[in-house]
Structure formats: structure tokens, C-alpha cells
């Protein structure tokens, strides 16, 4: 992996081209993983574009090293760069003040394709993109679209539908909590499914959500998490990146449960990490790149869900999740798969939102 960058210190590799077939990989720590198949991805197999002069960049708003969402987007693009030989840069820790001028830079450089790793660059994206006609902006997790604009989203909703029932089976006090670092669609999407699955087993159970404004700043986790532990919360469903841990060590030395999330954190706090929801956007990015590199990226939003199981799964279980609660996970995954449970657009209090459907 390539050394730790700080803000603004722009590093660009070049690598030996190893041919434009990208192979996505199942990983080897999930149980539900398999290899894709030719159905899922593009038809189009003959590269448009000289994979050697494809030049791919990523602006990323933490550290590549968190072990978490970033890492994960680094990951990525150096997945994109040893599998299809395209030139690779990136940027790390850029704060929302820089990031126009992130994506800019790269733009004037040449690159084709940037990607803007998190939905607050969605402003950004916007406001860039047109005065670059010849580079293409995806946005992760975000939700712009456009001639040179396209979003890569993982249904977050559904890993955490699962979650929600496990955590509702796992409370005591009926209290839970979703922590994350500030609201925006991807997080909005994600504390609906926790609302969603845990009601689903206990309609009056209740979901609190708190923000602690910064992605990366442990100890305001801290700070939240042990507020949230003394209202009386004892199951904690995180999403932050480099903060992460601190959550998560927190609820183990007081005795309370939590979620794991983007990676499988359950090594980080084995006495209190139920799951996780593990998303590989890793290769994610990888396949939208590939797509780029062969010239079939469209201005559109591409979601990916539990049907792609190699991107998106729920990870390992904690020793204290009973047999029958895991199996009632998987099973649910399975009937989210053969659409028996679906979520579908609804408006509730007024708000555009998505509901569960019984087939």
C-alpha cells in the first residue's frame, strides 16, 4: 500500500498495464461471497480507451489508514490501478472548505476520472463538473448525476434492516442508538433501515440518532457514545471512520452492544461488536472504473445491494449473537434477495422515505 499523504501533498503512481478484464473478487472473510459473474458487468467488452493513458484520481475527505471508509475508497483505487494498469492519484484529509479546489486540481491536470470519496462533496461535484466537460466526477455515496456526473451508492438500507433486528432481539432496555458523523442522504438511508428492522420485531423500541459533526474525531465518539450509554441506550449501530474504534471500545467497557461498519470490526471489540455491515467499496470503485476505462459510464446513480454479495454482506458474528438469532439474519437476507421483503418509495410525516413491503 502506498505510503500516508497529508493534505494537499498530491503523489501520482504509474503502474504496468495488466490488461482491461477487471475481475471482482469475492473476499475472503465473508461466507456469503461469489465471484461475479458476465451478467453483472458491462456487455461491452473491447476498451475504448488506451487503459495506459486512463488517468484516475480519488479526493478523499479522511486518512487512508482508518481502517474504515477511507482506507476502503484507497483500497480501491489501487485496485483499479493493479488490475487495469491505469495512473492513479489521490489526496487525503481534505476539509470541505478545499474540496472544490481539490477536484479542480486534478481536472486542470487531465485526469478522466475523479472520484470524490463521501456525499458532502455532492456541492462540490456540482459546482466542478461543468467547467470540465472531458473529465467525469463520481461521487461515493453521494447523489449527483449529469453529462460528466455519476453517484456509486451501496444500499446501505439493507445491511442495516438486518441490523435493526438484531439489535432489537439483543436490547434490554429497549433503547437504541444510531451515531454517525453528520445526516445526509447515505446516513438517512442507513438509520431508516436500522428504524425499520428493529420495529419489525418491536413496533414501540426506541432509535435515537446522534451526530457528532466529524468523521474522524475520537474523542467526541467517545463523548457521544458514553451520553448515549447513560440515557440508557445499550445497542449502538456507529458509522464513522478513523472515529470508529472509540465507539466501539467504549461500548465494550461498559458493557453494551454495538455494529461494526464498512469493514468487519468485530476484532476491534470482540466482547461488543454483534456484526457488521461490511461494505466492499473497494470494489466498487474498481468496477465503476473499469466501466470508465471501456468508455460504458453513464451520468447516472449506481446502487449496489445484497445482491452483489461480494460488495455487500453482513460480517462476522459476535460470540454473544445466539445460533437462532444468526440464522434469523441470514434468512432475512435471503427473503430481501428473492424479494419476499422489499423497500419500497413511501411519504411518512410528510418526508419522501422508503417502507417495507411484505410479498
Known amino acids: 500500500m502506498s505510503p500516508k499523504l497529508p493534505r494537499r501533498q498530491f503523489i501520482y503512481y504509474a503502474s504496468a498495464a495488466f490488461g482491461t478484464s477487471l475481475l471482482l473478487k469475492a473476499c475472503g472473510n465473508s461466507p456469503n461471497s461469489t465471484p461475479p459473474t458476465a451478467g453483472n458487468t458491462t456487455s461491452n467488452t473491447t476498451a475504448v480507451t488506451d487503459a495506459k493513458k486512463f488517468k ?27 488490475q487495469l494498469g491505469v495512473e492513479t492519484a489521490f489526496v487525503e484529509k481534505v476539509a470541505q472548505a478545499d474540496q472544490t479546489e481539490a477536484l479542480s486540481d486534478f481536472a486542470r491536470r487531465g485526469y478522466n476520472l475523479l472520484f470524490a470519496h463521501g456525499g458532502q462533496f455532492d456541492a462540490a461535484i456540482q459546482q466542478v463538473a461543468p467547467q470540465f466537460p472531458k473529465t467525469f466526477f463520481v461521487g461515493v455515496n453521494g447523489a449527483v448525476k449529469g453529462a460528466n456526473m455519476a453517484s456509486l451508492r451501496i444500499d446501505h ?74 440515557s440508557g441506550v445499550d445497542v449502538i449501530y456507529q458509522w464513522l471512520d478513523n472515529a470508529s474504534p472509540a465507539v466501539l471500545q467504549t461500548a465494550a467497557e461498559k458493557g453494551v452492544f454495538a455494529f461494526g461498519n464498512t469493514t468487519d470490526q468485530l476484532n476491534l471489540a470482540p466482547k461488543a461488536v454483534l456484526t457488521s455491515a461490511v461494505k466492499r467499496i473497494d470494489l466498487a470503485i474498481a468496477y465503476l472504473a473499469d466501466l470508465a476505462v471501456k468508455n460504458n459510464l453513464k451520468g447516472e446513480i449506481y446502487t449496489i445491494g445484497l445482491e452483489r454479495p461480494e460488495i455487500l454482506y453482513i460480517g462476522k458474528f459476535g460470540e454473544m449473537v445466539p445460533q437462532d438469532l444468526q440464522q434469523k439474519a441470514l434468512q432475512t437476507k435471503q427473503a430481501i434477495l428473492a424479494k419476499k421483503v422489499m423497500f419500497e418509495p413511501c411519504q411518512e410525516n410528510g418526508k419522501s422515505t422508503r417502507c417495507v413491503k411484505q410479498a
Not at 179 to 200: C, H, I, M, P, V
Request: charged share 15%; glycine share 6%.
Open 157 to 230: 438500507l439493507q445491511a442495516s434492516y438486518i441490523c435493526g433486528i438484531i439489535a432489537a432481539n439483543m436490547t434490554k432496555s429497549n433503547k437504541l442508538a444510531y451515531l454517525a458523523a453528520q445526516s445526509f442522504q447515505a446516513t438517512d438511508e442507513e438509520l431508516r433501515g436500522f428504524q425499520l428492522g428493529a420495529k419489525s420485531v418491536k413496533p414501540n423500541i426506541q432509535i435515537s440518532p446522534s451526530y457528532t459533526g466529524d468523521w474522524n474525531d475520537a474523542a467526541k465518539a467517545k463523548e457521544a457514545s458514553l451520553a448515549l450509554i447513560s
Open 56 to 82: 484516475i484520481a480519488m479526493v478523499l475527505p479522511g486518512i487512508t489508514t482508518d481502517k474504515a471508509w477511507n482506507q476502503a475508497g484507497f483500497e480501491g483505487l489501487n485496485t483499479a490501478k493493479n
